[in-house]
């Protein structure tokens, strides 16, 4: 289901809002003949649309339809239904996805986009709201399930210098050390061929912790169901499951990730040091 375009238009992968696949045999609705299809279309979606946080899709084998959900943890999806039998859920689930938001689709609405195609992010450093610009896309990891890195070259609206800045989003194991501090202390250090410290915080959708679980599955522990099977980076075999990683939410760093907020009271540095990256930011 892309968005609106003229006849003449070809679509792309960064026009797709949700993912479909038919078959017509009603036995093709299995890991193997379908559901992996989906994966890729996933995975195709995830990487070209650089403010998509999860995509929803749905997959239809004769009369059987399963409902999907991709996100950094993996995918999960409804026990299949006949339309024929059922037809008031097939109607309900497509009137679902055709009035949507783009928040409820998986957009990123803490990155905002204004009306002559120009993006940016907003965040509170040192008592002051600072607006950062997105130049262009540097780096989006392929894949479903996993950190999701990305990084954005930016800079500071009004910043006169016109310093280049990177931004860092990703999804945080809540096993490991926040990136953003780390880039803090070599920043204090003077580490040289490291990129300078500005800022990171963890990033907030509608005021709660980006994170899987909670924000983006609602609450649903898809672990505690019986065909529950955890497996790493792969679809799951079962009809409704999950890969088996928790995240805790995402962070943006100017190299980092979206932390809980922290703020740098040093200003930019004037100019590089000897062999070291541009600044890098932790949004």
């Not at 943890?73 to 938001?101: E, H, R, Y």
């Not at 204004?114 to 040192?126: A, L, P």
């Not at 580490?191 to 649903?220: P, Q």
Request: net charge positive.
């Amino acid at each position: 289901m892309p968005r609106c375009y003229d006849d003449s238009s070809r679509y792309h992968w960064s026009h797709v809002l949700v993912l479909g696949e038919l078959k017509s045999n009603p036995s093709a609705d299995t890991a193997s003949r379908t559901w992996r299809d989906l994966g890729r279309y996933a995975r195709e979606v995830l990487t070209i649309q650089d403010t998509r946080r999860f995509t929803l899709g749905f997959t239809l084998c004769g009369p059987n339809m399963r409902l999907w959900e991709f996100d950094r943890v993996g995918a999960m999806s409804s026990s299949f239904f006949d339309i024929n039998k059922d037809g008031l859920q097939f109607v309900s689930a497509m009137l679902g996805f055709l009035t949507m938001n783009d928040e409820q689709l998986g957009y990123d609405s803490s990155i905002i986009s204004t009306s002559d195609g120009k993006s940016y992010i907003e965040i509170q450093r040192d008592g002051h709201c600072e607006r950062l610009i997105l130049e262009g896309l540097m780096k989006r990891s392929a894949c479903v399930a996993g950190r999701a890195t990305t990084c954005w070259k930016a800079r500071r609206e009004g910043d006169k210098t016109n310093s280049p800045l990177v931004i860092k989003d990703s999804w945080q194991y809540p096993e490991r050390e926040e990136e953003g501090k780390l880039l803090q202390e070599a920043t204090e250090k003077e580490v040289v061929n490291v990129a300078r410290y500005y800022y990171h915080e963890t990033v907030r959708v509608n005021g709660e912790i980006d994170n899987i679980r909670n924000n983006v599955r609602k609450g649903l522990d898809v672990t505690q169901y019986t065909n529950f099977r955890p497996m790493r980076y792969e679809l799951p075999s079962a009809a409704s499951g999950t890969a088996g990683i928790e995240r805790t939410g995402r962070s943006t760093s100017t190299t980092g990730q979206k932390r809980s907020s922290s703020q740098a009271s040093a200003i930019l540095p004037p100019k590089k040091r000897p062999c070291s990256s541009s600044p890098s930011k932790s949004v």
